[in-house]
């Protein structure tokens, strides 16, 4: 599972779309729903095999292109090269004339029938079906496992795009305030980790260094990137980042996967209690990530700027 979702949009009808904000409907719903979207809306077959790969996970397609031109091909053709290019992305087209039976029967293909439906409803109505199946793309994907992985991979760029921060920033400026707070951090995490080792030690408690696993520097990494942004006059965000996606990494990485077989309910068992897995958990999660994606690509441009 990825953050990211992108559509391909082939219609000779470009500019209405664009005028109708119909792209920018779709866009709002899927960022609303935790994705970072991207539409690239074109107008005819040239630009669209020129973008077409398999990174996008829907393609929507007029069926009847001719009034961009009278050597334009129908949506069963284009369709027909789209899977010969190894292509599999999932298609909707749509049509307000024509039989298209056989496109139909296709695997991986939606049809919208707006033959009975004119104006601006026409758009309306393929916007509404490409909300449903991109909703019915999510529900597949929002299980446990799936979501685990996005978050502690999310979570992992987001640190080493932190690392990058501190090193650029200390090339700009060489704050010693940052070098300052790096070292006070690690002294007191490893002095730390040294003092309870040696008491484990003098105690036998070989369960209690089994329960205390060394965690990786995401920690020294926040306090750096909390530094910076006190010393630049930013506002800083790094509580939030911590709790919204280190401490929900943390847990996810290490909870205890608990399933209802009665209610079919699912849940993690962390230090903290339990917690319920739903789509509104993971809607904010997505939002959170893009969120704090954000605030990190800003402070990196901001330093970029020094």
């Known amino acids: 599972m990825k953050i990211n979702y992108s559509i391909l949009w082939l219609d000779d009808k470009k500019s209405d779309i664009i005028e109708d904000n119909y792209a920018e409907e779709l866009q709002d719903f899927i960022f609303n729903e935790g994705f970072e979207p991207t539409i690239n809306l074109v107008s005819n077959e040239e630009e669209f095999f020129k973008n077409l790969n398999d990174s996008y996970d829907l393609i929507l397609t ?4 001719n009034e961009s031109g009278e050597s334009a091909r129908d949506g069963d053709k284009i369709i027909e090269e789209v899977r010969e290019k190894n292509v599999y992305t999932e298609i909707m087209f749509y049509s307000a004339q024509g039989d298209v039976a056989d496109t139909i029967k296709k695997d991986r293909i ?14 309306e109505k393929i916007i509404e079906k490409a909300k449903e199946l991109f909703l019915l793309t999510v529900k597949k994907f929002q299980h446990i496992v799936p979501m685990r992985g996005l978050l502690i991979q999310e979570a992992s760029n987001l640190e080493n795009d932190m690392l990058e921060i501190i090193v650029k920033y200390l090339q700009k400026k060489d ?3 940052v070098k300052d707070a790096i070292y006070t951090s690690l002294i007191s995490f490893y002095g730390e980790k040294h003092r309870k080792a040696t008491d484990y030690k003098d105690k036998n408690s070989i369960g209690k260094i089994l329960k205390d696993p060394l965690l990786i520097s ?36 290490h909870a ?32 959170d990530l893009i969120k704090h994606k954000k605030n990190i690509t800003d402070l990196d441009i901001h330093i970029e700027s020094l």
Not at 62 to 65: A, N, R, S
Not at 218 to 245: M, T, W
Request: hydrophobic share 35%.
């Open 256 to 287: 205890k996967y608990v399933k209802d077989e009665e209610t079919g309910n699912e849940s993690f068992i962390t230090k903290s209690g339990e917690l319920i897995f739903d789509a509104e958990l993971c809607k904010k999660i997505r939002l």
């Open 218 to 253: 995401s920690a020294q990494r926040a306090i750096a990137i909390s530094q910076i942004l006190d010393d630049e006059g930013v506002e800083n965000f790094i509580e939030e980042l911590k709790n919204d996606i280190i401490k929900m990494r943390n847990e996810f990485a």
């Open 62 to 65: 007029d069926y009847h292109l």
């Open 175 to 177: 704050s010693q305030n």
């Open 110 to 123: 939606t049809f919208v029938d707006t033959r009975k439906i004119t104006g601006t409803v026409h758009y």
